[in-house]
Nanobody, 123 residues
Framework: VQLQASGGGQVQAGGSLRLSCAGSGYGFSDYTLGWFRQAPGKEREFVAAIARGGGFTRFADSVRGRFTISRDDAKNTAALQMERLRPEDTAVYYC?????????????????WGQGTLVTVSS
């Protein structure tokens, strides 16, 4: 499955953005899907993941309660809804996938990475 993220942009602190991830190829519903981000000069970090079937989700402590993750396997899409954005959320966001029931929070467990989309939050 190939993944493509979109929906990034510039927003003021406190605002909202919705990132989308479109999958192409066979077997999208078999994948754990997730989001990682990388800010300038920082390591890539886990943001959120949703297990196969959508029955389990996990969030980084820094975004829990502000971000939600969802998937629509009928449309081969996933989304990251981001609320109450902060300047420290500024980063390139990557949609990722792994053909497993649930792949956790380590980036090396995800074999499918899409091109990132830039989110900039201004104060």
């Amino acid at each position: 499955v190939q993944l493509q993220a979109s929906g990034g942009g510039q927003v003021q602190a406190g605002g909202s953005l919705r990132l989308s991830c479109a999958g192409s190829g066979y077997g999208f519903s078999d994948y754990t899907l997730g989001w990682f981000r990388q800010a300038p000069g920082k390591e890539r970090e886990f943001v959120a993941a949703i297990a196969r079937g959508g029955g389990f989700t996990r969030f980084a402590d820094s975004v829990r309660g502000r971000f939600t993750i969802s998937r629509d396997d009928a449309k081969n899409t996933a989304a990251l809804q981001m609320e109450r954005l902060r300047p420290e959320d500024t980063a390139v966001y990557y949609c990722v996938g792994d053909r497993s029931e649930y792949s956790g929070t380590d980036p090396w467990k995800y074999g499918n990475w899409g091109q990132g989309t830039l989110v900039t939050v201004s104060s």
